[in-house]
């Protein structure tokens, strides 16, 4: 093996072990011995979008593809940066396309299909992502996960019957994945198992303790820090409502939650909610880190994840009045 090939390798493998940045030493040395590598461009890009940093992980990208136009892993990472850090549905559509044209049957245009439903439910089209889901392919698949994937895919459309037997094999021949035990207590809730429900969550709580935070998680301390800075990002009639509230701060909701029927990857909890003079009060939150870094895309888009996903939970528990909500009429 030549230093080239091994410092993509080692990049590559710390990535899989969570060290960014050793990752992001293997791509930079990987890049001195050849800057015009699509390969180490598309490590760079990887490591870049796994550090938040979406621009430059989309230059890298778009350099691998250049070099090399054939270079589909590049167009379908490029294609991820674009659908969750910078919100180009467009941008990221089109690049799955150019991949989808030079793929043929097999998993990687299996995998491309299931990025582009991904892509077509952001974009609010359920019937375009639900003629994508129709038209993949049955299996096998040589990667097992696919398979999942594809029933995932069908779980999300409101597919029940198409999902199950895909979602209950996965869970069955691979119980040591979290994805495909969170997925079962989503189709148990579904199907009214409740107790079946409560024991595929305790199981995926259990399994996301176990695999542990994203490599790029924050210390404590500063996570607390953009949660505080989020809720002073909220709008006012929100913002009111977390006023004197304790803020806790937690890896994941705790097993007695889950077993109460709480989601294990809920991002907050709000409780002891109350009317007072007619505004909204909330008297506890909980914040659970890992499930709200699982949502963000990379250390940026963190505090933007948090005001998501408070103004999401408090407008649903306190909906505007008809007053609040209506628009204002436009004069002359």
Request: aromatic share 6%.
């Amino acid at each position: 093996m030549d230093q080239f090939t091994a410092h993509l390798d080692r990049g590559w493998d710390l990535i899989s072990r969570g060290d960014l940045a050793g990752a992001m030493l293997s791509a930079q040395k990987g890049l001195e011995l050849d800057a015009n590598s699509p390969e180490a461009h598309n490590l760079m890009g990887y490591v870049q979008a796994a550090e938040g940093n979406a621009e430059e992980a989309l230059e890298h990208y778009r350099i691998a593809v250049d070099l090399d136009d054939t270079f589909i892993e590049a167009m379908l990472n490029a294609a991820e940066v674009l659908i969750h850090p910078m919100r180009d549905l467009d941008g990221a559509l089109s690049c799955v396309e150019e991949a989808l044209d030079l793929l043929e049957e097999g998993d990687e245009r299996a995998d491309a299909m299931l990025l582009k439903v991904d892509i077509l439910l952001h974009a609010g089209d359920p019937e375009g992502a639900a003629q994508v889901v129709a038209a993949l392919p049955e299996g096998p698949f040589e990667s097992p996960g696919l398979d999942f994937l594809v029933g995932r895919a069908r779980f999300d459309l409101g597919d029940l019957d198409g999902a199950e037997p895909r979602i209950r094999r996965a869970a069955k021949e691979d119980p040591e994945n979290p994805e495909s035990q969170y997925y079962l207590g989503l189709l148990c809730e579904a199907r009214g198992d409740l107790r079946g429900a409560t024991i595929a969550f305790l199981q995926a709580r259990e399994l996301d303790m176990a695999t542990g935070p994203v490599p790029w998680t924050l210390p404590v301390d500063q996570f607390e820090k953009r949660v505080q800075v989020a809720i002073d990002r909220l709008p006012s009639r929100l913002n009111v409502a977390l006023d004197g509230a304790l803020i806790v701060v937690s890896d994941l909701p705790g097993a007695e939650v889950v077993a109460d029927g709480v989601d294990p990857r809920m991002p907050i909890l709000l409780e002891e909610l109350s009317v007072e003079s007619g505004e909204p009060r909330v008297g506890r939150v909980f914040v659970y880190q890992r499930n709200v870094e699982r949502g963000a895309s990379g250390l940026l888009t963190v505090e933007d994840e948090l005001v998501r996903v408070f103004e999401s939970e408090l407008e649903a528990l306190f909906p505007p009045s008809d007053a609040e909500g209506a628009a204002p009429e436009k004069s002359g």
